[in-house]
């Protein structure tokens, strides 16, 4: 309840309380295909974009950082402080425990455990402020798409803090603006020390938005964001590497990144009730350390650009199937592209390959959800999704399984299925199980160094509370 009253008078949704980190289920098998590795999700409203993109700390971003900090107080803290807020804090934890498999292998038990703390203090009808605390620990084993495949991982930790300023011009207009850090953590053995791992990064980000509501089920939103995608433990010896890796990944810092995003997403009614959301994003980005490989393998002055455009649509309805049953669907299509000006140089085969990062793909999804029961605790709730994706390298050309380089450039499909179901034991408390199941093809037959032809599952079962 109160998450509904704080989502209510703040015209926003728990998606829109700040950034979240996560994997999108199409990211590449290569280092540097602005990255499966930490794909960046900004939701905006109910819209999640996924921008691929890779990430020590250096001078040129503090300013940025602190000048954003200033605009969100000085907009939106000093004036409103003199009036006494009301509070209003939503917490939301879960537990699960459960197993992971990976083509075939399963791994122990393990558990996983999540809590966001959100206290949110509305001053007025046109000024709250929303501060987040997040935490997520994943103690089942894990592959995770990092710097050129999927790398098993023992356990994972992600912790996040946010603050959102959300003004109400007026009736119709919406003003936020946010600030946020992010890290998360990776051990491949259970012994190893947590905040030492090569691929450990942090996130620094800030943005603004402006929406135009006219109604419940019609607005449009525009919205910058900057981020900073630091790795730093990541050092890349040449004297280290092996033959087979790219030339363009030797040395220290080449992940870490900086992110402009634009983005512009809007809310429409259309016919039988059908709702659509459409969001686009434009967002150019660049390395601070990585230089372009040239076809003689030598690393030339020009530094790494990348520009990435995505767009998705996602049409929901719901429907009243019987007195006690509502059936929620949707259904999602989403496009992107990524454009670099980064090559690749195998000094294995002394193999230059020109515009190597470049790549269209397109996704599908379907999402149904069915709630059964009209109780005061809430009703059951059974899930089910299907993701599909598809991702072709322009310019990549595939191997077979000795290494040799052939004509056809290098495609790799996607699909996943999630299960789940819920049930109420309280207005706060819930049961849950959740079981997925995912698989990646790719026509690429080699896979001395990185995972192309795979299949993973996982189930889990454990209990959500939310205040």
């Not at 602005?34 to 020590?56: T, Y």
């Not at 964001?225 to 790219?246: I, K, T, V, W």
Request: hydrophobic letters at 30%.
């Amino acid at each position: 309840m109160k998450q509904q009253q704080l989502y209510k008078s703040l015209g926003s949704n728990p998606n829109h309380l700040g950034y979240r980190l996560c994997r999108h289920t199409g990211e590449s098998r290569y280092p540097g295909d602005a990255k499966g590795v930490i794909p960046e999700c900004l939701n905006r409203g109910s819209i999640k974009f996924w921008i691929p993109a890779f990430a020590g700390m250096t001078k040129g971003w503090i300013p940025a950082f602190a000048g954003m900090t200033g605009l969100l107080l000085g907009l939106g803290v000093f004036a409103p402080l003199f009036a006494g807020p009301t509070y209003i804090p939503v917490i939301s934890g879960q537990f699960y425990t459960g197993q992971y498999y990976f083509e075939g292998e399963k791994s122990g038990l393990g558990g996983n455990a999540g809590l966001t703390f959100v206290p949110a203090l509305r001053y007025s009808n046109r000024f709250s402020l929303i501060p987040t605390f997040e935490s997520f620990y994943r103690g089942t084993r894990s592959a995770e798409e990092l710097a050129g495949g999927s790398t098993l991982f023992q356990d994972t930790w992600e912790n996040g803090v946010s603050l959102k300023g959300v003004h109400g011009l007026s009736r119709e207009w919406k003003f936020r603006e946010n600030v946020g850090f992010k890290s998360k953590w990776f051990r491949e053995t259970s012994d190893e020390k947590w905040n030492k791992g090569l691929y450990d990064y942090r996130i620094y980000n800030g943005g603004l938005e402006l929406e135009r509501q006219w109604s419940k089920n019609l607005s449009l939103a525009g919205g910058y964001d900057f981020s900073y995608l630091q790795f730093p433990n990541y050092s890349s010896l040449e004297s280290d590497q092996s033959g087979d890796l790219a030339r363009e990944y030797a040395g220290d810092h080449v992940l870490n990144e900086y992110i402009h995003l634009v983005s512009l997403r809007s809310v429409t009614p259309f016919y039988w009730g059908v709702r659509n959301r459409i969001s686009l994003i434009y967002s150019p980005r660049s390395y601070t350390d990585q230089h372009v490989a040239k076809a003689t393998g030598l690393l030339g002055s020009e530094k790494r650009e990348d520009t990435f455009l995505g767009g998705t649509l996602d049409v929901e309805r719901s429907f009243r199937t019987s007195q006690n049953t509502t059936l929620f669907g949707s259904l999602q299509y989403g496009y992107s592209q990524l454009g670099s000006n980064q090559n690749h140089y195998d000094a294995r085969q002394t193999m230059f390959i020109g515009d190597f990062y470049n790549y269209a793909q397109n996704q599908v999804g379907l999402q149904l959800t069915l709630a059964v029961g009209r109780s005061e605790a809430g009703p059951m709730a059974f899930e089910t999704g299907y993701i599909y994706s598809r991702r072709d390298y322009s310019d990549r050309p595939k191997q077979d399984a000795d290494g040799a380089y052939l004509t056809d450039k290098v495609y790799i499909t996607e699909t996943y299925l999630n299960l789940g179901f819920s049930y109420p034991l309280s207005k706060n408390f819930r049961l849950r199980a959740i079981s997925n199941f995912g698989r990646s093809k790719s026509n690429n037959e080699y896979e001395t160094l990185y995972r192309y032809n795979y299949s993973n599952a996982n189930y889990q079962f454990g209990f959500v509370y939310d205040y």
